[in-house]
């Protein structure tokens, strides 16, 4: 089982940046891919970002070259770093972990944190 906390979400204005993190017990994160995914209010949980335990790096494309996810295996944590935030990327933060390599299919992961709030205003 593993568990997964995210922290550093906020309130920011458009132009902004923050680095949410995603922090994990339970079992080395280095043998799990990890995928951050957003859901703002009225709308479906869609891909954000995500690394494969091989250590592939994909984003989607709203967020291409905005944001970063990176992975500290020695603190098992894993970040998404987010520049150049606009209201659009408003939205309650999610990050994941799975054992597979479906890094942009939610169904495939099998564990995830409890959210943490970005707020972007103009």
């Known amino acids: 089982q593993v568990q997964l906390v995210e922290s550093g979400g906020g309130l920011v204005q458009a132009g902004g940046s923050l680095r949410p993190s995603c922090a994990a017990s339970?079992?080395?994160?280095?043998?799990?891919?990890m995928g951050w995914f957003r859901q703002a209010p009225g709308k479906e949980r869609e891909f954000v970002s995500g690394?494969?335990?091989?250590?592939?790096?994909t984003h989607a494309e709203p967020v291409k070259g905005r944001f970063t996810i990176s992975r500290d295996n020695a603190k098992n944590t894993v970040y998404l770093q987010m520049n150049g935030l606009n209201p659009e990327d408003t939205a309650v933060y999610f990050c994941?972990?799975?054992?597979?390599?479906?890094?942009?299919?939610?169904?495939?992961?099998?564990?995830w944190g409890q959210g943490t709030q970005v707020t972007v205003i103009s």
């Open positions: 339970g079992h080395t994160l280095s043998r799990y891919t």
């Open positions: 690394v494969s335990w091989l250590g592939s790096i």
């Open positions: 994941a972990a799975q054992t597979d390599l479906m890094v942009l299919d939610s169904a495939s992961y099998e564990f």
